[in-house]
């Protein structure tokens, strides 16, 4: 079993940046497939990032293309997504998932994840 922890969400002003982190125990998450996903007040929650099992390959949501990246470190068993001029509509719980597999076909699916954690809530002012 894999235990994913998020943190480092928090109330930010629209411009600002903010870096959510998402520790895994249990297993060694190395060579997983690794996923962020959020899910606005009242709305279904959407694909954000994905990363492959080395940090090599990275997907990311057109919505946040530009803004966002999802890196990796094996060694602290850590993903992040930094998050860069925030915008009100950004606001959600953020999701980290980890699927255990290494081919990686895009992450962008919900259903493939075999792991989730509990969130962390990001607030954007405007």
């Known amino acids: 079993q894999v235990q994913l922890v998020e943190s480092g969400g928090g109330l930010v002003q629209a411009g600002g940046s903010l870096r959510v982190s998402c520790v895994a125990s249990g297993r060694t998450i190395s060579s997983y497939t690794m996923g962020w996903f959020r899910q606005p007040p009242g709305k279904e929650r959407e694909f954000v990032a994905a990363i492959n099992w080395n940090g090599g390959t990275t997907n990311h949501a057109d919505s946040v293309k530009g803004r966002f990246t999802i890196s990796r470190d094996n060694a602290k068993n850590t993903v992040y997504l930094q998050m860069n001029n925030l915008k009100p509509e950004d606001t959600a719980v953020y999701y980290c998932?980890?699927?255990?597999?290494?081919?990686?076909?895009?992450?962008?699916?919900?259903?493939?994840?075999?792991?989730w954690g509990r969130g962390t809530q990001v607030t954007v002012s405007s």
């Open positions: 998932a980890a699927e255990p597999v290494r081919t990686f076909y895009g992450g962008s699916r919900s259903s493939q994840y075999d792991y």
